[in-house]
């Protein structure tokens, strides 16, 4: 089945711990992005990859860090996570960059930062 | 800025009632215009992708039609598994090649029985 995969689902936490959440899709695709969406906010994208090893900034980077070392995997690293970034979390995938590329979801990581 | 408007935020709608969600943008340079459904505490689901002006699709109940301002989702004789909320989302060149998906705040449509 293709699917975009996140772990966790769930994730409380304390400032300062540095966490990881796991992105993983079964597509080949090569467009992966990383979205946070709060109330009253919508859905805002934080970074993008457009390949291996290609990264850049989406509208809301600070305080987070990607890496995109295998075509399939894309994590989201919180090196000191803050109250602020309590949010609902969710990676999507398309098969390439390009406006008629669709882009797929993931269900979505709920994280509390404490 | 460009900007992406959904109306109205929540709508409540009788079993069969039919109605209509909004979706106001401006943007420079519309590349795309997405319509994905999203059920509370999952990832949204995509629905339909429109391109142009005088664009339409259709699945089941729903209609999704394009002008060069807005577009507007069309429910037919909705049931309750039609419940959810509705996000409709531009693509953009954000610069370079990277086509972002700005969304808009969602209309939450709620069907009763």
């Known amino acids: 089945e293709a699917q975009v995969t996140q772990n966790p689902r769930y994730l409380i936490t304390v400032t300062g711990k540095k966490l990881t959440v796991t992105c993983s899709q079964n597509?080949?695709?090569?467009?992966m992005s990383w979205y946070r969406q709060d109330p009253g906010l919508g859905l805002r994208q934080i970074y993008y990859?457009?390949?291996?090893?290609?990264?850049d900034k989406g509208d809301v980077p600070e305080g987070y860090k990607v890496s995109r070392k295998e075509k399939r995997n894309f994590p989201l690293i919180l090196e000191s996570p803050s109250p602020n970034q309590t949010s609902l979390y969710f990676c999507a995938s398309s098969l390439r960059e390009g406006r008629r590329n669709t882009q797929y979801f993931g269900p979505g990581t709920r994280l509390t930062v404490l | 800025e460009d900007q992406v408007t959904q109306s109205p935020e929540a709508l409540r709608l009788q079993e069969g009632e039919s109605s209509s969600l909004n979706c106001s943008y401006t943007v420079s340079g519309l590349r795309g215009l997405f319509w994905y459904r999203q059920d509370p505490g999952k990832g949204p689901e995509f629905l339909f992708t429109?391109?142009?002006a005088g664009e339409e699709k259709e699945k089941e109940r729903l209609k999704a039609t394009l002008t060069k301002k807005e577009s507007f989702l069309h429910i037919t004789a909705p049931k309750p598994e039609d419940s959810a909320t509705y996000l409709c989302a531009v693509s953009l060149n954000s610069g370079g090649s990277n086509y972002k998906l700005t969304f808009g705040k969602g209309t939450l449509l709620t069907v009763n029985p």
């Open positions: 597509m080949n695709h090569e467009y």
């Open positions: 990859s457009m390949n291996v090893e290609v990264t």
């Open positions: 429109l391109y142009s």
